[in-house]
Structures are given as structure tokens and as C-alpha cells.
């Protein structure tokens, strides 16, 4: 309200606005955090484009194999009160007996009785951005079970297609065409077979991280553990169980993380600047159109090399992306697309971005394919949490 | 009274209205009124009596049936009777509403429970009987040991005695006394042989257990105990709402308002995704938590637990107050909201991670809850209505805003559409915790200021009433806090001058939106009313809460009150105007009486303002010389009019929202005089007048008049 002028205040005293937070409490600076957070835009005007971390050397290249390739829901977790990582042997006990506890309640869980998992805490040494930032762990979910056959969850696996032009220098696109289907993604839903299943087989995996986190660490006292991130693969009534079991044993909560068109089209920029050694997906696009009765998807696939070759061109300064390179990269596509098909792709909703480094949907779901750029994903996804959080 | 105390006393009246007026005069809650179930309540309170009458001759029926059921009962069934099921059918439903609905007398739960487990019935019937076993108050521990002594004998099936501990763990705490069925803790430890019943005798243990109880050869036993079984079998689902209902008889009825001690658990049918059945967790203390921070926790350690006092304990407030320094607190920290005692703990506490969970709580539930925020799901209003209600009750208990509710309403006023809990929402901006107006402006103020000009009237009424709410929090904190200086980790450390400064730049910008909004409703009397509101809480800041700051209203408001069409309008602004001119004579005084020249002296701009108003009012309604002094017209353009005495026009007699009552005077005088002059009301008529007007109820007016105008002849001084 520009005409607002407060006119001359009556008792004209001393104090300047900064005069006002002299000695705040912990909850008042969070409150001013909070507050700069909002009078401002969400998200900082630049960013670093993904580098190959050095403290990711030392993650067991074993467990870093069980994180890629997965899809994981995005959820973010305010601070853990009381967690201590020598107790992790402790907690697995403790969430055993609480997921007999549920399971015997009867609720949550469709599956039968003879169902059971059994969880065991472990952490991911050197999964973090800073040596501030808390230790990674991971809680997996075994079956116990060997009478299990195959428990009713289809593990949907999202093979992209490979929409390679055989031509580099034209970007190669496709429109996946009316009502509903998309023809381009093929989404094989492959159920697992009963020989794969053996007692220890992984059902369930749940993991809990902190990259860069430094915004939130420096809030908070010791008694908090700041994993702001918390990525889940396996079925939602096992997360349920699991996650309450961490909601009152932390006081944490937990709150799903989506991902808005925004910040899609700023991990679409970063991942495409990032330098591959050889490709494995393409890039691809998909937006939704929301009108009756059935929703419209466009699907947008490019060569991923031709998407490097774009950013190259809008890219100005050195290992940074800003504001200005994401919204004029989004623009180079919207116009291209614009030009063949006379369809302003800007009046749409963005929902998923996949490239070679990682994939990601506005739903929360996020895939990484690429090891190299593990460290530099994750970065941004905390980023996100902290956002939700604060 | 001395000045002083007489502050207190205002101070304590305005705390102790505050709690319910901040629920009762929220014009917002107007709307809600429609629905069916409040005008059901407006209904009642209209025709208080014949409900009433039927409830008793209806509760009169119940009880003699009831004794009639018990008789029975107790008589064993008749053997020969023809129509013996319906009989028994008949009573037992007597029975089982009575006990749902208002509980069962002590006496009457001796007769029954040894009727169930007598055996003289049947199994289904002793099953129904048990279940129904839901006492008013309490039960006495007689009643109890005899039923124990029937499971000796032998008389009951496995299934009834299963229920039987069932019911006796769940009721455990409304027994009387526990004395002499601790002295049966060996045959109840004996009871565990039995499968069945051991996860319920194991529960029982549990609550009976002392320390003189536990015995080698027992934790022996209760280890081999351990390896089978680790989990107690839930025995109060079956009872549960009863159990509530017990509670909250017992509880009386209570200062503190009931419905936060009736936590919404099993109000809530909707089964959430994750978080079971509730927005907020249920109570429960932390030695989960403590204990896994130990390597290794040993039994004894279990039971000696003496250190620390556990939440399930914790009954009364003189309770809280011994064992404050050794409370265990809940694992989850949202579930205060629902216990009214530890949000008096809460309140107190300086302990940061305390606040820091129960701050995280709140926020992310009320992000997640928001049916706005996030996604638009509408379908879930109530429940997100219910848990605003919830919070916005534990602020008015502890008369203090959350900062949790300040950072949500940064994140989701821009996006809020004006309606949606519109109530509530309001209610959350007038518990802001009090902080710098400049910097809550640009976030909260300017996205509310879009609603109110873009909204109804009844709109900008709501959002004028909260935001008086506001001030009037505001300056209790404020103070409250220049009186107990002495904490030093007040959440603001400000300056007199820095918070006196950030209130009256509130005031006037609520004055803004107030003079904006009057053009905009061209006048509207009603809106009107609503900022008068606000204005008499601001006339009396000085005196009221002994604060350094007056601030008067802008020209836009006090002339449109002037000249307004309506006698309450006008009655309200001498009221105000005699308020501000107290409060600024006894800032004169306290000025005169220090000598020093204090930081808070005030400009004699606002000495000339106010000055400047009162020659205004003064000359309208009381010396007819109107447009003189205060407000100017070109006696040219008065011409123009065409009114030939405009002089007198406005004053006391003559101004239209007067001149009925001049009318209604004469009429009074001579009723059977044709035509009325109201010129005539002058010189002893004049007086006459006066105390006319005021035994009419003006007393605004007559406050005004005795403060500011010396009879007869009128002059103005301030």
C-alpha cells in the first residue's frame, strides 16, 4: 500500500527499527528468518552448478549403488530431538517391536499377518556437503518372512525412452499427442519375480540427510540432529509406520515434499549443466494441461547433448546458474516449441523433468541415475526441506 | 483508591473480560450463527425453562427405571416368567443407556458386578452387563475386592474374567482406593499362570505395582514373562469415550476451559494418512525416549524410576507446581495443546529446545492442516477449523499468541481467499506476539489490507474488531512487561520508545484503513461503530495501562462521527472525547508533578489536535457557532445553501441525530400541543433538556458536557 504514509509517530522517541532485537531468543531470530524468507524471493538468484564433492569419495560405493536407480517419495523432517547415532543398534530394536505393535493393531497395512519386516539402522559415512552437516543414515526394511511370495507392490519403474535425433544439431522433440496418454514415456511395470525372494531381501528403504544444511544448523541447539531430508522407496503404509515411529520417538514431523513448477525448471537448468562423461537418458519434459475431461500431457524429449548445447548458449557466468540463464533456457524451449506446434508451453504446469543426472516429478518423487552428481542432487533437496521447514 | 492501584484493578478487569469477549464479540462468529446447530442454542437459551423441565421429568423416569432394571437384576431371573427374555431385554437396555449417558452410582456398580460375575445370568448377558459398568464418579474399592473373590470361585467363563480385568485396568483410576486390592497383588501375580489372562493381569501389574511389591522371585517370573510376550493388550478401547466422559465429570466444573482437556482424538472419525487419528498426538511421557539415550536399562531401574514425576500423574495444578523441576515431559510436544496444565508449564518455561519443538510442531501441522496453503482441500474445512479452534482457545488460556501461528500467517495470508475460517484466521492476527509494527507490515498488513478493500462490509468490520484485539493484546503485554523488567530474557528487548512507537504507528495505520474504508462505504453507520470501538480502547491507553501514548483519530473519523445521522455514534464520540481528554490531563499532571523533562512528553501537537476537535464539537453542539473555529466554511458557501439559521443547526438541539429527541421532550411537556419549536428549548428548558437527554441514556454526552463545558455559559479549556 504505497499511499500509506504513517504521519509524524506522537511520542517521538528514539528507537530506529534495528534497535528493536537486541538480545532475541532463539524462537525470535527463527521468527525473523522466517520473516526474510517471505519478504523476499523463496529462493537465492543463483546457485552452483553441481561439482563432483570430495567427502563423497569415502561413502561405501556399495550403499551409494542402493540410493541410485531407486525412485524415492521427497519428504521433508524438522530437527530430531535426542537422536544419538550410538544408538542406532537400539532404535532398530525398538522400531522392530513397534512395527510388531502396529501390525498386531491391525491398521495401516493391507498385508497379511505372516508379513513382517525387520529394520536396521546403518549410516552413510561421508553423505554430506560440509564436515558440519550431521551423518547420513539409512533404515532398511527386511523380510522376514520367507513364506512371502510376492507382496502386492509393483514396483513401477520408469524406463525413459531414449528419443536420441540421429541428427545432433536440430533439437529432436515429440509430442506425446491427445487426451491423456503419453506415448513417448513407457512406464514398465515390472513385478518382481518369486525366485529373487530370500529372506534379507530389501523391501523397504528410508533414508535420512543433511547437505549443506548450514541455514538450519545454525538455528538449532545440540539436542537437535538436523536431517532435513528424508527420501523413501517402498509402500506408503510401511513409511506411515515407520515415520510415526520416528514422530514420537523425536518429536520430529514429517511433511511430503512436493516440488513446484519453479524449482523444476531450476533443476532442469543445473542438471543439464552438468557435465556427463556419456549420457543415459534423455532430456525430457512433461507438462500437464489441465482441462476436461481428461487432463492433457506433453511430453518435450531433447537430446541430451542438444540440451547441453542450449545452456551452453544461454550460459553466462562460470559454474553458477542464475535466475536470469534458468528463465531464458525454459524460454529458448517454450519458444522452439512454440514455433512447430503453436502451443505456448509457458501457459502450462511443468510436472516432471528427467535428464541423465536425475529425474524428478512434481509429486515429490525424485530418481538419481548419476553417482557423480549424488552429493550436488541432494544439495538442492535440502535445500527445498529447509524451505518447508523454516 | 491510589492512581496506582486503581491501574492494577483496570489492567486485572481487562485480562479476566479478555478471555471470553475475544471468543464472544468477534463479529465474525455472526455468520456462523446460521447454522443450524448455534440458532438451536439461540433457541434454548430463549425458552430456558420448559427445556429444562422436560430434561428433569425425563431424567426422573430414567432413574426410577433404572432402579426398577437394578432390582431386577438382583432378584436373579424368574424362572417362571413367560415374557422373561423381553423383561431382561428391557432392563438391560435401561441399563446400558443410563450408564452411557450419565454413568452409574457406586451402589449400583456393587450390585452389578457382582451379578456378572456371579454367574447367575448367562454369559452374554454378564458380557453386557461388564461392558456397561461405566461409573458416574467413582467406584468403591469394596465393590472391587468382591468381585476378585468371585473369580475364585469359579462361577464365571474365562471370557467374562478376561473382560473383567479388562474393565478393571481401564477403570483403574476411578477406583476409590487401592489399599486392599494391593494386599491381593499375590493372587492377582498368581493369575498370570492363565494365558488369557496374563497380557490383562501384566497391565494390572503394572499399575498396582509399589516398591515393597517387587520381589525376587516375581522379576524372576516376569523375565521368563518377558521372552514370550512384550506388549500390553489395549483394554480401554472398549470404554474409551465413556472414560472421557468419567473424566470430565469428575473434573467438575473447572475455571479452565473444558474443552481442552477433552482432547479431539475420538472426535475425529477421519482416518489421517500417517498420523493416526489425530492432529494432535496424544499425551505421552518421554522415558521412551530418555531410556534408549542408555546403554543398557535394567529392571530395577524400570521400577525405581523416582526421579522424575510421569505426565499420566499429573491431575491438578498444585501437582504441576511441586514437581515442576522433575516433570517428565511428553515425547511429542504438540499434544500440550490439549492438556491445559502443562500449557501453563509451557508458558512459563524458558527451556529453549521446549519451545523449539512445540514451535516446529505447530507450524508444519498448521502448514500441513492449512486447506489452502499447500493443496485445495476443501473437504477437510472442519477438521482445520476445529484445530485453529483449538490453538486459539490455548492463546486465550494463556492470554499469549504462538509464534508458530505468526510464521503461518506470513506464509499463508497472501494466499488466503477472505472466507475460509474467516473467524478463526482473524482470531490468529488479533495473538500476534507483540513485535515491531514496521517490519510485520509489509508481510501480514498489506496482504490484509488488499482483502479489506476488496471485501464486504461486514469484512471490514471483522478485520477492524480483530485488529482492536490486537492493540488491546498488545498493550496488556506491554504492560505487563514494563512492570516485571526484572526477566531478563523477555522476548523483546526493546526500548520504552521503540515499543510505543511501533503501537502508535498500528493505531494510525488502522486509522488509514479506517478513513479509507468509511469512503468507500460511504459513512456506513455500522462501520462507524466498529472503529469507535477501536478508538475508545486507543483514548485510554494512558490511563487504562499506563502507557506514555495518546494518539487521537484523524479528521476523516471524528468528522463523520460529528455529523452523523445516528445519537449512538454521537453519544460514542463524547465518550471518547471526554476518555482522551482525562488521559491527557493526567499526562499534563504526571509532566508537572516530575518537572523533569521525561522522553515521553507529549508534543503539544497533540495538546493542539485535540484542542482543535473539541473547539469543533464544542462549537457545533454547544455554543451554535459551528463553522467558526473549528470547522471552517466559507460563510459565502453557507450562504449559497440557503439555510438561514445554520448557526444553531448542529447543536444539541438542532442536530439531526438529536432532534428526534427534542421532539419527544416538548411532546413530553405539552402533549397536547399541535406544533412542536424546538427553538424554544432554551435557557431553564435548556437544562431541562439536558437532563432529558441524559435519562435517556446518553451518558457519553453528559460525561462529556460536565467535563468540558461549564453550564451556563459554555466556553472551551482543555
Not at chain 1, 179 to 186: F, L, V
Not at chain 2, 162 to 190: C, S, T
Not at chain 2, 221 to 243: C, G, H, P, R, V
Not at chain 2, 268 to 280: A, D, E, Q, T, Y
Request: hydrophobic letters at 40%; one cysteine or more.
Amino acid at each position: 500500500m504505497d499511499s500509506y504514509n504513517a504521519p509524524e509517530s506522537t511520542p517521538s522517541a528514539s528507537s530506529r527499527p534495528e534497535d528493536y532485537f537486541i538480545g532475541a531468543t532463539p524462537l525470535q531470530k527463527r521468527l525473523e528468518s522466517v520473516r526474510k524468507q517471505s519478504s523476499f524471493i523463496p529462493t537465492p538468484p543463483r546457485r552452483k552448478i553441481p561439482q563432483c564433492s570430495q567427502l563423497q569419495e569415502d561413502v561405501d560405493p556399495q550403499k551409494v549403488a542402493l540410493l541410485l536407480h531407486k525412485q524415492w517419495t521427497l519428504y521433508s523432517l524438522t530437527p530430531l530431538y535426542k537422536f544419538s547415532y550410538s544408538n542406532l543398534k537400539e532404535y532398530s530394536r525398538l522400531l522392530n517391536a513397534f512395527i510388531v505393535a502396529e501390525k498386531q493393531k491391525g491398521l495401516a497395512v493391507e498385508v497379511g499377518e505372516d508379513f513382517n519386516i525387520k529394520v536396521i539402522f546403518s549410516t552413510l559415512l561421508g553423505m554430506k556437503g560440509t564436515q558440519r552437516d550431521p551423518e547420513a543414515f539409512l533404515v532398511q526394511g527386511l523380510i522376514l518372512s520367507p513364506r512371502l511370495e510376492y507382496s502386492g507392490t509393483i514396483l513401477v519403474d520408469c524406463n525413459l525412452c531414449l528419443l536420441g535425433s540421429s541428427d545432433p544439431s536440430t533439437l529432436a522433440f515429440q509430442v506425446a499427442g491427445t487426451a491423456g496418454a503419453c506415448h513417448h514415456t513407457r512406464i514398465v511395470s515390472k513385478s518382481q519375480l518369486p525366485s529373487e525372494n530370500r529372506e534379507g531381501k530389501v523391501l523397504w528403504t528410508g533414508w535420512f540427510c543433511c547437505i549443506f544444511g548450514d541455514s538450519l544448523l545454525e538455528t538449532v541447539s545440540e539436542d537437535f540432529t538436523c536431517l532435513p531430508l528424508f527420501l523413501a522407496n517402498g509402500a506408503e503404509s510401511n513409511t506411515a509406520i515407520i515415520g510415526t515411529w520416528f514422530q514420537k520417538t523425536f518429536d520430529c514431523y514429517f511433511s511430503p515434499l512436493a516440488i513446484n513448477a519453479f524449482n523444476l525448471s531450476w533443476m532442469a537448468a543445473m542438471w543439464t549443466a552438468c557435465k556427463m562423461d556419456h549420457y543415459v537418458a534423455t532430456t525430457e519434459f512433461l507438462w500437464s494441461v489441465p482441462c476436461s475431461p481428461q487432463s492433457l500431457d506433453i511430453s518435450f524429449a531433447i537430446h541430451p547433448e542438444d540440451a547441453k548445447a542450449l545452456w551452453d548458449s544461454v550460459h553466462k557466468t562460470p559454474g553458477e546458474v542464475t535466475q536470469e540463464e534458468v528463465d531464458l533456457f525454459m524460454d529458448c524451449l517454450y519458444s522452439h516449441f512454440h514455433r512447430h506446434f503453436k502451443i505456448h508451453l509457458s501457459a502450462t504446469r511443468l510436472v516432471r523433468v528427467s535428464t541423465s543426472v536425475a529425474s524428478a516429478h512434481t509429486d515429490g518423487k525424485i530418481k538419481i541415475l548419476c553417482h557423480k552428481y549424488l552429493i550436488g542432487v541432494l544439495a538442492y533437496l535440502t535445500e527445498l526441506a529447509i524451505f518447508q521447514i523454516e | 483508591m491510589s492512581p496506582q492501584k486503581r491501574f492494577k484493578n483496570v489492567q486485572a478487569q481487562n485480562r479476566t473480560s479478555q478471555g471470553s469477549s475475544s471468543f464472544q464479540t468477534t463479529l465474525s462468529a455472526w455468520k456462523v450463527k446460521q447454522d443450524p446447530s448455534n440458532s438451536k442454542n439461540i433457541s434454548k437459551h430463549g425458552q430456558n425453562n420448559p427445556v429444562g423441565d422436560y430434561e428433569h421429568a425425563d431424567d426422573q423416569a430414567e432413574e426410577d427405571a433404572l432402579q426398577m432394571a437394578v432390582g431386577y437384576f438382583e432378584k436373579g431371573p424368574i424362572k417362571a416368567s413367560q415374557n422373561k427374555d423381553k423383561t431382561l431385554e428391557k432392563h438391560l437396555k435401561t441399563v446400558e443407556n443410563v450408564a452411557w449417558k450419565n454413568g452409574l452410582a457406586s451402589e449400583e456398580i456393587d450390585i452389578l458386578l457382582n451379578i456378572a460375575l456371579s454367574g447367575k445370568f448367562g454369559n452374554a448377558v454378564n458380557t453386557r452387563i461388564l461392558k456397561c459398568i461405566i461409573p458416574a464418579t467413582v467406584i468403591s474399592e469394596d465393590s472391587v475386592v468382591k468381585a476378585v473373590s468371585w473369580l475364585c470361585v469359579g462361577k464365571c467363563s474365562g471370557s467374562t474374567k478376561v473382560l473383567f480385568y479388562r474393565w478393571l485396568v481401564a477403570m483403574f483410576d476411578f477406583i476409590d482406593r487401592k489399599e486392599q486390592i494391593n494386599l491381593l497383588y499375590g493372587f492377582f501375580f498368581a493369575s498370570l499362570q492363565d494365558d488369557a489372562l496374563c497380557p490383562y493381569v501384566c497391565h494390572l501389574l503394572y499399575l498396582l505395582t509399589k516398591k515393597e511389591n517387587v520381589k525376587p522371585f516375581r522379576v524372576r517370573k516376569l523375565l521368563d514373562l518377558q521372552a514370550k510376550m512384550i506388549y500390553f493388550k489395549n483394554s480401554e478401547n472398549l470404554w474409551k469415550t465413556a472414560l472421557l466422559a468419567v473424566k470430565q465429570r469428575n473434573r467438575g466444573p473447572s475455571p479452565e476451559p473444558l474443552k481442552l482437556m477433552l482432547g479431539p482424538a475420538n472426535v475425529r472419525p477421519l482416518k489421517r494418512k500417517w498420523n493416526s487419528l489425530s492432529v494432535i498426538p496424544v499425551l505421552n511421557s518421554s522415558s521412551y525416549t530418555k531410556e534408549c539415550g542408555k546403554k543398557e536399562m535394567s529392571l530395577s531401574d524400570c521400577l525405581n524410576r523416582s526421579g522424575s514425576f510421569p505426565l499420566e500423574q499429573l491431575q491438578s495444578f498444585p501437582q504441576l507446581l511441586q514437581n515442576i523441576h522433575c516433570l517428565e515431559l511428553p515425547s511429542q510436544m504438540g499434544s500440550v495443546l490439549n492438556n491445559s496444565l502443562l500449557l501453563h508449564y509451557i508458558n512459563c518455561v524458558r527451556d529453549e529446545p521446549v519451545l523449539l519443538r512445540f514451535y516446529y510442531w505447530l507450524s508444519q501441522t498448521l502448514q500441513e492442516e492449512c486447506i489452502w496453503y499447500k493443496v485445495n482441500n476443501y473437504e477437510h474445512g472442519k477438521e482445520f477449523t476445529n484445530f485453529l479452534d483449538t490453538i486459539i482457545r490455548a492463546e486465550c488460556f494463556l492470554q499469549e499468541g504462538f509464534y508458530s501461528c505468526e510464521a503461518f500467517l506470513y506464509k499463508s495470508l497472501p494466499l488466503w481467499d477472505g472466507l475460509c475460517c474467516r473467524s478463526q484466521f482473524l482470531q490468529l492476527v488479533s495473538w500476534i506476539p507483540f513485535s515491531s509494527f514496521s517490519e510485520v507490515k509489509p508481510l501480514l498488513f498489506d496482504h490484509l489490507a488488499q482483502l479489506f478493500f476488496t471485501s464486504t462490509i461486514y469484512f471490514k468490520c471483522s478485520v477492524l474488531q480483530s485488529l482492536k484485539e490486537l492493540l488491546q493484546n498488545w498493550l496488556l503485554w506491554l504492560s505487563m512487561d514494563i512492570h516485571m523488567k526484572p526477566v531478563t530474557n523477555s522476548p523483546l528487548e526493546t526500548t520504552l520508545g521503540g515499543s510505543m512507537n511501533s503501537v502508535s504507528k498500528l493505531i494510525h495505520y488502522v486509522g488509514w484503513l479506517s478513513t479509507t474504508a468509511m469512503r468507500l462505504e460511504s459513512n456506513s453507520t455500522f462501520l462507524l461503530h466498529f472503529i469507535l470501538d477501536f478508538y475508545e480502547k486507543v483514548c485510554d491507553i494512558y490511563i487504562n495501562y499506563n502507557l506514555p501514548l495518546v494518539v487521537l483519530f484523524p479528521p476523516g473519523i471524528f468528522y463523520s462521527a460529528l455529523l452523523s445521522l445516528d445519537t449512538s455514534i454521537l453519544n460514542q464520540l463524547c465518550f471518547i472525547m471526554h476518555r482522551y481528554r482525562k488521559n491527557l490531563t493526567a499526562a499534563k499532571k504526571n509532566e508537572l508533578v516530575q518537572k523533569t523533562k521525561s522522553e515521553f512528553n507529549f508534543s503539544s501537537k497533540t495538546y493542539q489536535e485535540f484542542n482543535h476537535y473539541l473547539t469543533s464539537m464544542v462549537g457545533c453542539l454547544w455554543t451554535s457557532k459551528p463553522f467558526g473555529k473549528g470547522i471552517y466554511v466559507d460563510p459565502e458557501i453557507l450562504e449559497k445553501t440557503g439555510v438561514a439559521e445554520y448557526k444553531n443547526s448542529l447543536n444539541v438541539v438542532h442536530h439531526p441525530s438529536f432532534l428526534s429527541y427534542a421532539v419527544s421532550f416538548l411532546l413530553q411537556e405539552s402533549p397536547e400541543e399541535r406544533t412542536v419549536n424546538v427553538s424554544s428549548i432554551r435557557g431553564k428548558k435548556w437544562s431541562w433538556y439536558l437532563d432529558y437527554l441524559f435519562s435517556q441514556g446518553l451518558q457519553g454526552l453528559k460525561l462529556f458536557i460536565r467535563s468540558s463545558v461549564h453550564h451556563p455559559f459554555p466556553e472551551q479549556r482543555a
